[in-house]
């Protein structure tokens, strides 16, 4: 499979956004944050009639060219049901992305007792096993999605307020989304990061008494830090290794990567150099989502 769709010829500039995951994880809210942006929103579609709706959408000359598929596990669709559909809508020239909605187990457990709905696996199976089934059969889309979201700590808005930045700064023809992430090893190390580079080894400012209270967003920070020659060649060299390294994974089809870099708090180090790396990869147009975790 083609993971991500055909760029090769958007001309009837359609964009899919497949959103499915774990029962509980917010597709009912990531659904409507797709309807204010003003997507066609399509619930429980079966996967052998998504081709047959790309077909409708481009016979509608534009009327419908952004549309969100919903699929819930009680749609009994398997993994590769998805997948033959999505291989033709890459047939078609039709450009897609899936998101995968994710959360602890603890927080769905919490969340069915809360609203006292039932699992859709859990007619002879108690809640935890029930999620741990579903998390089971929906492993390979989540191996194949653009995007992971985890909401365990989003709140509603929270989440409304990331997919319309996300999907107001994708660009349409862009076949490599590269998500940023700073972070503090004291922390924890990001779950699903693809490569973590780790900035402990530069000059802290979290030890100079004006700069403790600074984030890595503040130009005394990148002062003080590319002020030392140890960044600025490491700054070259990490731009060089990124220039060298994604054009590969361009050609190994991916169509997403995730690179964490971390100092100790995630104030600082890493903060900055998620900045220059994100200038750096925009302007050679690449799509970039960038996010602070320490700090936002």
Request: with cysteine; charged share 25%; glycine share 6%.
């Amino acid at each position: 499979m083609e993971n991500g769709g055909s760029v090769k010829n958007s001309s009837d500039n359609i964009q899919f956004v497949i959103v499915t995951g774990l029962s509980g994880a917010g597709r009912t809210s990531i659904s409507h944050a797709f309807e204010d942006l003003n997507f066609f929103v399509v619930d429980n579609m079966p996967p052998e009639l998504i081709p047959k709706f790309g077909e409708i959408c481009i016979k509608s000359q534009k009327k419908i060219n952004r549309v969100l598929l919903v699929l819930d596990i009680r749609g009994g669709f398997t993994p590769d049901e998805l997948f033959g559909a999505l291989n033709e809508l890459t047939k078609m020239n039709i450009f897609y992305r899936i998101i995968f909605l994710d959360a602890s187990d603890q927080v769905l457990v919490k969340r069915f007792s809360e609203t006292r709905r039932k699992h859709p696996l859990g007619d002879k199976l108690i809640l935890k096993d029930a999620i741990e089934m579903e998390r089971s059969l929906l492993a390979p889309i989540r191996e194949k999605a653009t995007f992971i979201i985890n909401t365990s700590k989003l709140t509603v808005s929270r989440l409304k307020e990331m997919v319309a930045k996300t999907f107001a700064d994708i660009k349409q023809n862009s076949n490599l989304i590269v998500n940023l992430v700073s972070f503090g090893y004291k922390h924890g190390i990001p779950d699903d990061a693809d490569i973590i580079l780790d900035l402990r080894f530069l000059p802290n400012p979290f030890y100079e008494p004006d700069l403790k209270q600074l984030t890595g967003l503040d130009k005394k920070i990148s002062d003080y830090i590319l002020g030392h020659q140890i960044a600025v060649t490491f700054k070259e060299k990490l731009f060089d290794f990124i220039d060298f390294l994604l054009p590969e994974y361009v050609r190994e089809g991916k169509s997403k990567i995730e690179i964490a870099l971390g100092c100790t708090g995630g104030q600082h180090r890493s903060v900055l150099f998620c900045e220059l790396l994100n200038a750096h990869l925009a302007a050679k147009n690449y799509t970039v989502i960038i996010k602070h975790r320490e700090i936002n």
